[in-house]
């Protein structure tokens, strides 16, 4: 006899091999609202027209009817839907139940069935249409929760063989309905491209979720802890976003050792690692931002005496390759004789990486970086310039054009750059020792403190 197919199964089988972050219960549902947000007003707008099919539990994820309307759906849910005691709606916001029973009396292109208390309460949406598809859930115990979201080829074939499992188990004549809205979609074209767009979407909802939603059996919290809050779901957002990145890098690399092929393919593979480990260093430095802001810990106790011109030097050829992708020169200016400074080398590093990804997006092609070092004092001054192919004029650094998303992100919609806020810049800044001014006249200026000599 077939052992019984339950929701909570099929989250423990496709959880295996993530690497986990945990947040707590009130964390996890802002994760999920603003989930269920990225995806219905950012990605299934222009793939739900063409059909396609949903499945939920313990509760329906949509709140637009257009999508029920269109995409055939079955949802396991408690008995008594949608009137069910309230410690098993935890995922919705407070008194919710009024607007699902008119959205229900409205809507009859899903199935409800019975949800048993083998499945569990965890929420779970898996969507597939003709060109997306994806598979969210939270999965944990009680203060110790998983947002989990699969969209590769292998995760999303499991989770239908084992729906349509569920479904034959349970109710045969919605099995096979089941399965014929599956074929009659054809070949699913995969989009990988999803989850590179899904987190920075979610990092950059999360940091703009408002903190007086009403959620249920939580607190009020007070500006700070928004913070902190915001700032935890950032950290373990990064992280989940530069796993796979560091994954694909490591493919990368055994395939360029192992494998014999043309120049073209081999500079295309040599691109793609590229852009990971670009995108690696921005999620590291939001990482230390977000790290900083929840912590408020400086790491000022661990400077130690530092190069700076050596660091310069280091990086150059990799800023070079980084500009030059996007037609941008890069001119560095360093007296012979400098004196060390105080700082941390490592963070530093990719503090700068930061600073000249963050200064030169939007500019244009035929543009020059200029980054000057030159002693101040007790200090060692920093300076980006920009000149620009027109003239021999070095002009300052425009600020950005976009706006704040919480204590830690800006967001440029002119550019689509995500990048550090500039008072998250300053903060990561000053925990490596450097003060940050940006003024009409002087351009981006960072000041380091020169170590003591003696």
């Not at 200029?370 to 650094?397: S, T, Y």
């Amino acid at each position: 006899m077939k052992s019984q197919i339950t929701i909570k199964k099929i989250q423990e089988l496709l959880i295996k091999g993530v690497q986990t972050i945990y947040v707590d219960d009130d964390t996890s549902r802002r994760m999920w609202w603003a989930s269920l947000e990225v995806i219905q007003k950012d990605f299934l707008p222009q793939n739900y027209k063409h059909g396609g099919i949903w499945v939920a539990s313990p509760l329906p994820a949509f709140n637009e009817k257009k999508f029920l309307n269109q995409l055939h759906g079955w949802l396991w849910s408690p008995e008594g839907f949608p009137y069910f005691q309230n410690e098993n709606a935890g995922f919705l916001p407070v008194n919710n139940s009024d607007k699902i029973k008119k959205d229900f009396d409205l809507v009859s292109n899903y199935k409800v069935l019975n949800l048993c208390q083998e499945d569990g309460y965890e929420p779970f949406l898996m969507i597939i249409t003709p060109n997306f598809q994806c598979v969210l859930s939270i999965v944990g115990e009680k203060d110790k929760k998983i947002l989990l979201m699969k969209c590769d080829e292998e995760s999303l074939k499991l989770s239908i063989e084992l729906m349509h499992a569920k479904l034959n188990q349970e109710n045969y004549e919605e099995g096979v309905k089941f399965r014929n809205a599956i074929n009659n979609l054809g070949n699913l074209n995969i989009n990988n491209q999803f989850e590179k767009f899904f987190w920075p979407t979610l990092s950059a909802k999360l940091a703009n979720f408002a903190p007086n939603h009403k959620i249920q059996n939580s607190v009020k919290n007070d500006e700070k802890n928004v913070q902190i809050t915001e700032a935890k779901l950032l950290r373990a957002i990064s992280h989940e976003v530069r796993t796979p990145l560091a994954t694909i890098r490591t493919l990368i690399s055994s395939t360029l050792k192992k494998y014999k092929m043309d120049e073209s393919m081999r500079n295309r593979l040599i691109q793609i690692d590229n852009e990971c480990n670009e995108q690696i260093d921005r999620f590291g430095l939001i990482f230390n931002a977000a790290e900083l802001v929840g912590n408020e810990v400086p790491s000022l106790n661990n400077l130690a005496k530092i190069n700076l011109a050596e660091i310069f030097k280091k990086l150059a050829p990799l800023w070079n390759k980084q500009l030059n992708r996007r037609g941008i020169s890069l001119k560095i200016d360093i007296p012979k004789q400098l004196p060390q400074i105080l700082s941390d080398s490592e963070k530093l590093e990719l503090m700068l990486r930061g600073l000249i990804d963050k200064n030169t997006r939007g500019l244009k092609e035929g543009s020059t970086l200029i980054l000057e070092l030159r002693p101040a004092g007790q200090k060692l001054k920093l300076q980006l310039k920009v000149q620009k192919l027109d003239n021999n004029q070095k002009e300052i650094l425009k600020k950005d054009n976009g706006s704040d998303i919480g204590p830690v992100l800006n967001w440029n919609p002119q550019t689509g750059s995500l990048q550090l806020s500039q008072n998250a810049t300053q903060k990561l800044l000053a925990s490596l020792g450097g003060h940050v001014t940006q003024r009409r006249d002087t351009g981006l200026t960072v000041f380091f403190p020169i170590s003591d000599s003696k």
